[in-house]
């Protein structure tokens, strides 16, 4: 069966995570998960007006439908490169777990410990935070933007990044493609829910805003992020193509199912900067970077 990734238009953050996570069967693939954490998208300490972190109304629907389907051990979390703990604040992650009862951690300030790669391709093991090892399930986040290093749009699969130990975290930008096929044997998502109701262009934190108006939503991580890149308007992404590759997911378009809105009819050409942009993102002569 083809996997599914769902687009839906629209600015309502809490309606359309609600929305989208029933209608990939979310409660079904997390049924029998004892404790289930969120895990948000908080690159640095930008309002969610600025693309560059989950909008906590996202947050908020997420949460909702999880306690309308019974599950009641959840934890919210996130380990980004910024001070989290101060964003938990500063822009109402708190206010929104707190009126659910559900903790937030920190994930830059948890213990973390070695676990080993079963079949590495250039790392053997990685220092893994233990609030997501002592978790059953992962409800995945991550934010519509451009990355102007080699991982080129940071999507799904790499938000998986925000697990590592922080200290770790900047070794997996050497040999990307192949490093995060080496942590998601370790760490993956069950259920993926990509904010764009804001995107981030030319940079995931110097970069601009791109107002997109939509979400999306998928069970396979490669494949919504396939769809994702594709909205973005890059296709053949290597990390992706990569994850397919070694049997994580599908990255071919024309063997994923897309409900909701047509790829086409949403899709916007996002710009970057660095690794290749000559061929993913770079802008035409006649458009100079800002």
């Keep these: 069966m083809d996997p599914v990734v769902v687009i839906r238009k629209g600015s309502d953050g809490f309606a359309l995570a609600r ?3 029933a209608e990939i069967g979310a409660a079904a693939v997390l049924e029998g998960k004892a404790r289930v954490l969120v895990k948000l998208n908080i690159t640095g300490n930008l309002p969610p007006e600025s693309g560059v972190i989950t909008s906590p109304s996202v947050l908020d629907g997420t949460l909702a439908f999880l306690t309308d389907h019974g599950f009641r051990d959840v934890v919210v979390a996130e380990g980004g490169g910024d001070d989290v703990t101060a964003a938990f604040d500063l822009f109402g992650y708190r206010q929104v777990a707190d009126r ?8 830059n300030h948890d213990q973390a410990e070695w676990v080993p790669v079963p079949e590495p391709l250039v790392a053997e093991r990685f220092s893994i935070v233990r609030t997501v ?4 399930a992962i409800v995945n986040l991550p ?5 102007n290093a080699e991982a080129v749009v940071t999507l799904c699969m790499k938000n998986m990044m925000g697990f590592i130990e922080r200290s770790r975290r900047i070794e997996m930008h050497k040999r990307f493609s192949e490093r995060i096929i080496d942590l998601l044997q370790i760490v993956r998502p069950d259920v993926n ?13 110097h970069g601009e805003p791109m107002g997109m ?12 992020d396939a769809v994702g890149a594709a909205v973005m308007g890059m296709e053949g992404v290597p990390h992706i193509l990569n994850a397919a590759s070694h049997g994580f997911g599908v990255a071919d378009l024309a063997a994923i199912e897309v409900r909701g809105e047509p790829i086409a009819a949403v899709r916007r050409p996002f710009r970057r900067r660095g690794w290749r942009a000559d061929l993913f993102g770079g802008p035409p002569a ?3 970077a800002p």
């Design 19 to 21: 929305e989208l996570l």
């Design 100 to 107: 659910h009862g559900v903790p937030l951690v920190d994930l």
């Design 133 to 136: 090892l002592a978790c059953d």
């Design 143 to 147: 934010c519509l933007k451009v990355h």
């Design 193 to 205: 829910l990509i904010d764009g109701l804001v995107g981030r262009n030319w940079g995931e934190i």
């Design 213 to 224: 108006g939509l979400m999306l939503a998928g069970v396979d991580p490669v494949a919504t």
């Design 286 to 288: 006649d458009e100079p």
